[in-house]
T-cell receptor, first 113, second 116 residues
Framework: GDSVTQMEGPVTLSEEAFLTINCTYT??????LFWYVQYPGEGLQLLLK?????DKGSNKGFEATYRKETTSFHLEKGSVQVSDSAVYFC????????????FGTGTRLTIIP | NAGVTQTPKFQVLKTGQSMTLQCAQD?????MYWYRQDPGMGLRLIYY???????DKGEVPNGYNVSRLNKREFSLRLESAAPSQTSVYFC???????????????FGPGTRLTVL
């Protein structure tokens, strides 16, 4: 079945550092890929998405590129802020996005001033 | 728009008690979902409903039942709660609009359930 493996945390960085959170997937067909963010005490919010190979999703300074050859969708940000502290989830959907999501285990990110 | 709302926000049950978690969305979405979130395991799908009147099992349905009361509401019931059901429960919904590709899943704020 489908699965998502993401970098285990927690990750602690200083403000303005470069961020990478790794995500790889296993799926049949051509999945859509997502990054969700969960701030403390809240539900998940979509951060960015990519629906086909070589697409780059971007939002709020975060980027991720859909790499079919390496089955990866790594999340990056050039300069993190304290407000980026949250839990980040990589996810996939293999039914055109209207069916259930398969999530990774989440990576807790803490940014220190 | 309130988006996806869930009640209650917190609940403590004793083993064997029953309860229903309520979820409603005001975005006219067809599909709705219930997930549970446990430390180190991400979110796992319990049940989902692709449209009003239909429900299907997800990855971890045992011990739960659901009702899609109408297009807006999707409830999750624990008939006889067990400590293993201690978790944070999230409801989500998504529209179906093939002309626009993927439709974002919107999540509620969650219900934190403790079973003693």
């Amino acid at each position: 079945g489908d699965s998502v493996t993401q970098m285990e945390g927690p990750v602690t960085l200083s403000e303005e550092a470069f961020l990478t959170i790794n995500c790889t997937y296993t799926a049949t067909g051509y999945p859509s890929l997502f990054w969700y963010v969960q701030y403390p005490g809240e539900g998940l919010q979509l951060l960015l998405k990519a629906t086909k190979a070589d697409d780059k999703g971007s939002n709020k300074g975060f980027e991720a590129t859909y790499r079919k050859e390496t089955t990866s969708f790594h999340l990056e940000k050039g300069s993190v802020q304290v407000s980026d502290s949250a839990v980040y989830f990589c996810a996939l959907s293999d039914q055109g996005g209207n069916e259930k999501l398969t999530f990774g285990t989440g990576t807790r990110l803490t940014i220190i001033p | 728009n309130a988006g996806v709302t869930q009640t209650p926000k917190f609940q403590v049950l004793k083993t064997g008690q029953s309860m229903t978690l309520q979820c409603a969305q005001d975005m006219n979405h067809n599909s709705m979902y219930w997930y549970r979130q446990d430390p180190g395991m991400g979110l796992r799908l319990i049940y989902y409903s692709a449209s009003e009147g239909t429900t299907d099992k997800g990855e971890v349905p045992n011990g739960y039942n659901v009702s899609r009361l109408n297009k807006r509401e999707f409830s999750l019931r624990l008939e006889s709660a067990a400590p293993s059901q201690t978790s944070v429960y999230f409801c989500a919904s998504t529209g179906t609009d093939p002309g626009h590709g993927y439709n974002e899943q919107f999540f509620g704020p969650g219900t934190r359930l403790t079973v003693l």
